[in-house]
């Protein structure tokens, strides 16, 4: 878990939280009660009405429907609005760039927003209130939230900007009757998924061994996932770009490789959802991506393998062992007149009970650890015990699978082209080459900026 009260004393202190509540944040749960938690009362801003901007999908539906069950408990009426993401992300953008959003909580796509809210301090530190004894219900449990969460929520600074709602962690399914009839094991490394996917492939049964998205700006997240397991991401945190190295042109011939030997024919248009029918139909043996896209591979009306669907963490590479992660929190809007309530409407949506009702409803993977291992999310799943087991375990090593930069939609456009020039006979080395030196004023700029 990265440590969110690192920094100064003088900095700490300077952002409201004393050092007994300090120590109370960094202490067990049972401690945080002696230290007078009891003083929490939901009750404290009755009255209040709270705007909120969420991004439309199946996990704003369960907030919105919670919202009826926040009120009651506390007094504070909500309005919130869902808007398409790209729609949302923009609308974010414009109300914080004014200064004067409508919203007092906003849903963000931390892969994408992280550092654009950071450095226009759009939202607010929430340390403070956390370690705050009367702000924060002495059940929250801070220390559930899983480390994959974490590490997109907490800013370069140290401070938490966001609550870690939802992370999506890239896996691979795998189609597990093609892996009997082949007597083919689960692959531990991605040496053995290559050789997994040629053993699979077999394009006159109309069945290949591997798909993935082959598009420009959505195939990044291959190519990084593959690069995760050299033990390296695209740009350092000081803002170097390390798209040149052995290990991004590795990582690259990997993805061409896999797309252009194994993969079905027009990959190279393939983005998620095209990825998702052909893996449902039975067309390939192997499909990389999000383990939020599950729900219609167990669904017999969408999907011709039921029941035959295994999900797997993304094998160890030479030098590391991670999955690539992708995550959404809930901000405070920094210049919202209620932060007080709207920390309350943040702490409960993201409560254990909520956190689990997501994973229950298939709605995608909680940021807590509780969520994911909890034998109740068991209960009456379409899910086997191998998708719970591949979320916690892919939780333990999730690692950003985009460049925590402002210009992540440049770079996905920049480099997408790029890899998608492989699978057309491009060479890696130089095809990298020509992006990193085509991006890399756009990221000078920003790090100047």
Partial sequence: MPDILR???RQILKSGASALALTALGAPMINRAALGQSSFDWKRYTGTKLDVLL???PRSDLL??????FTALTGIEVSSEQVPEQQQRQKAMIEFTSGKPTFDVSMLALHVQKRLSKKGNWLEDLRPMI???SQTNPEFDFTDFNTAGLNYATQADGSLTTLPHFVDYWMVYYNKELFEQKGVAYPKTMDELVAAAQKLNDPAKGTYGFVSR???NANIPVW???????GQETV???GKLLTETPETVWAAEMYARLNKEFAPPGTIGFNWNECQTTFAQGRAAMWLDGIGFATPLEDPTKSKIVGKVGYGITPAGPKGYHSATF???LGISRTSTKKGAAWYYAQFMANKKNQLAMMKAGAGAPGRTSALTNPEAKVGSKFGEQYFECLAGSAKIGRPGLPVIIPVTEFRDTFGVALTNLLSGGNAKAELAKATEAFKPILEKSEQG
Avoid: I, P, Y
């Fill in 131 to 133: 370690a705050d004894a």
């Fill in 55 to 57: 991004v439309k999908n």
């Fill in 214 to 216: 082959g598009l420009k």
């Fill in 224 to 230: 990084t996932s593959w690069l995760l397991g050299q």
């Fill in 7 to 9: 920094g100064s004393r």
């Fill in 327 to 329: 995550a959404d929190g």
């Fill in 236 to 238: 350092t945190a000081d």
């Fill in 64 to 69: 919105q429907a919670h919202e009826k069950e």
